[in-house]
Each structure stands twice: as C-alpha cells, then as structure tokens.
C-alpha cells in the first residue's frame, strides 16, 4: 500500500496569518487530492492535481503538485476562522496494478485550528 | 438530489453482536467505497464496488462484507463487532468515468462497539 505523509499534524494560527501543510510520499501518484472535513461531516474535495508541477489556487488557498509526482502543499493566506477543520490529503491507488478504480490512499491529516 | 445517505448516525454494539450500515446514492454514480476514519488518522478504504454485482476488497477488510445488488444501495455487514471496529464509517460514490473524479462523502455512521 502506498503512504502519504501529512505535516503538521496539528496547527493552530491567529486569524491573518499564513499557513502551508505538507503531503509527501515515496510513491508516485497519478493525482492528488486535497478534502476538507468538518466535525460530524464526511470530507469535501477541494481540489485535484493531475500534472507534475501543477499550481492551483481556489481563492485564499494555492494548492502545489510537485514536479515528480512524489508530494504536495496547502497554503493558505491570511487564514480566518471559517479555515478551520481538518484537511485530508489523498492519493490515487494504484498498488494493485493496472485500473486504480478511484481507490485512494489517504494522509493522517492535518487539524487546522484558527482563533480570532 | 439527497447525494450521498448513511444511515444510523450512530449506534452502540455489544462485543459479537452483528449489525448492517445502510448507504445510498441518487446520483446514479457506478463506483462506492466504504472508509473508516479512526480518531485522529486519516481514512482507510474497507470495500469498493464499480458497479451492481461487482466488489472488492481495500486496505482493511476483515470483519466486513460488503453486497451491491443495485447502482443506488451499498450496505456495510459487520458481523461479530469487536472493540477495535470502533470508529466513524463514510460511505463515498464517484461516477467512476476516471480515477481522478470527485468523491462524494455521506455524513458518517459513528460506531462503538463495547
């Protein structure tokens, strides 16, 4: 089975301040997903990168793909109070050979805690 | 559309006792998976289906079952629960077209097992 890596596991910022989590691997993924979870809720995707590289930004949230497929980061600008939760780092599972099915492999996450 | 349904949202077991958690999706997707969330770690992947009729295992099977007879329904047999079963159960669908979709999570089954 694959691993993915979550740092920091715990995090707690002042509203304003700037933030990056990591995900990292020794496997390379096809894709990568970031989710948010809310206490008593299933998780939420917020994004997926596909291409080594890759750079995307939803708002207050940039999310990076790196070049060999191997890790990933979150970062965050000026957090506010909304931003917290539990963010979730997941990769395509590809450890049985052949047709992932969108199985995933999950990181042990990061509880993103944000005081006013 | 409902999206992804759970149902109970919690449930205590007796040690042996056995017990099936309901999930349902309307949104006509092929693929589901069922994950388990233990306090503090991240998901890990029990039984997916990629459509009626067809199952397979994940990362921790044993102790489960899993049936698909139609595209909507994909409940979660526990058959004599034991204490390390505690944890929250998410169901999840995906239309199944590539590996890289969106999964949509239900809201969770808690389940304690003493």
């Known amino acids: 089975t694959q691993l993915l890596e979550q740092s920091p596991q715990f995090l707690s910022i002042q509203e304003g301040e700037n933030l990056t989590v990591y995900c990292n691997s020794s496997?390379?993924?096809?894709?990568l997903q970031w989710y948010r979870q809310e206490p008593g809720e299933g998780p939420v995707l917020l994004v997926t990168?596909?291409?080594?590289?890759e750079v995307k930004k939803l708002k207050r949230l940039t999310f990076q793909f790196g070049d060999a497929r191997k890790d990933s980061s979150l970062h965050i600008t000026a957090a506010q109070t909304g931003d917290t939760g539990l963010y979730l780092c997941?990769?395509?599972?590809?450890?049985?050979?052949?047709?992932?099915?969108?199985?995933?492999?999950f990181g042990q996450g990061t509880i993103l805690t944000v005081h006013p | 559309n409902a999206g992804v349904t759970q149902t109970p949202k919690f449930r205590i077991l007796k040690i042996g006792q056995s017990m099936t958690l309901q999930c349902a999706q309307d949104m006509n997707h092929n693929y589901m998976y069922w994950y388990r969330q233990d306090p503090g770690m991240g998901l890990k992947l029990i039984y997916y289906s990629v459509g009626a009729g067809i199952t397979d295992k994940g990362e921790v099977p044993n102790g489960y079952n899993v049936s698909r007879s139609t595209t909507e329904d994909f409940p979660l047999r526990l058959e004599l629960a034991a204490p390390s079963q505690t944890s929250v159960y998410f169901c999840?669908?995906?239309?199944?077209?590539?590996?890289?979709?969106?999964?949509?999570f239900g809201p969770g089954t808690r389940l304690l097992v003493l």
């Open positions: 999840a669908s995906s239309y199944g077209t590539s590996g890289w979709e969106t999964q949509y």
């Open positions: 496997s390379v993924f096809s894709s």
């Open positions: 997941a990769g395509e599972d590809y450890s049985a050979g052949g047709t992932s099915y969108g199985k995933l492999t």
């Open positions: 990168v596909v291409t080594g590289g």
